[in-house]
T-cell receptor, first 113, second 112 residues
Framework: KAGVTQTPRYLIKTRGQQVTLSCSPI?????VSWYQQTPGQGLQFLFE???????NKGNFPGRFSGRQFSNSRSEMNVSTLELGDSALYLC????????????FGPGTRLTVL | SQQGEEDPQALSIQEGENATMNCSYK?????LQWYRQNSGRGLVHLIL?????REKHSGRLRVTLDTSKKSSSLLITASRAADTASYFC????????????FGTGTRLQVFP
């Protein structure tokens, strides 16, 4: 069974631009969660989607948004990028909603210049 | 804010020694999980322990949970160089926020 895949793996953007990251969960998994990881703040929860609906959202500004498609693939979008958005963005999938075992992708390393 | 705080922040040991990491959390939980992260990569799930369990084993891993002290420990026995990684605890707080919240992590270095 293929694992969670994230694209792109690396991304360089400049301040003010926007970016879209993609996550394909493990086949059959319907829940997708997104996390931001930085050296200063650690792993921070962004949001969780289940069956195309956002179940929960972390304490991030409205510039961070996401969606989930009918095939469970998910995208997250960050608009008006700031230097502080530089981070490793991790996606995780699980069979059902809630917080049992999560399977993580390799992450997208975003650098904002 | 993070639910879990881990200590030590960093730990260096020799191969064959045991490594113990601790996690403390703030609110009541349904379960607590431990994950491993190799440098700059995704996390790998190690073990989940439910709030009504006190101890759980998986291979060389032993996890304990003390809900009265709001703390958990992860013991890796007979460590190997390949165990070098960061280890995180994660809790789902029973405070209706329904989030999985990660601790600050312990960086483990195992020298051959």
């Amino acid at each position: 069974k293929a694992g969670v895949t994230q694209t792109p793996r690396y991304l360089i953007k400049t301040r003010g631009q926007q970016v879209t990251l993609s996550c394909s969960p493990i086949s059959g998994h319907r829940s997708v969660s997104w996390y931001q990881q930085t050296p200063g703040q650690g792993l921070q929860f962004l949001f969780e989607y289940f069956s195309e609906t956002q179940r929960n959202k972390g304490n991030f500004p409205g510039r961070f948004s996401g969606r989930q498609f009918s095939n469970s693939r998910s995208e997250m979008n960050v608009s008006t990028l700031e230097l502080g958005d530089s981070a490793l963005y991790l996606c995780a999938s699980s069979l059902v909603a809630g917080y049992n075992e999560q399977f993580f992708g390799p992450g997208t390393r975003l650098t904002v210049l | 804010s993070q639910q879990g705080e881990e200590d030590p922040q960093a730990l260096s040991i020799q191969e064959g020694e045991n490594a113990t990491m601790n996690c403390s959390y703030k609110t009541s939980i349904n379960n607590l999980q431990w994950y491993r992260q190799n440098s700059g990569r995704g996390l790998v799930h190690l073990i989940l322990i439910r709030s009504n369990e006190r101890e759980k084993h998986s291979g060389r891993l032993r996890v304990t949970l003390d809900t009265s002290k709001k703390s958990s420990s992860l013991l890796i026995t007979a460590s190997r160089a390949a165990d070098t990684a960061s280890y995180f605890c994660a809790t789902d707080a029973r405070d209706n926020t329904d989030k999985l919240i990660f601790g600050t992590g312990t960086r483990l270095q195992v020298f051959p």
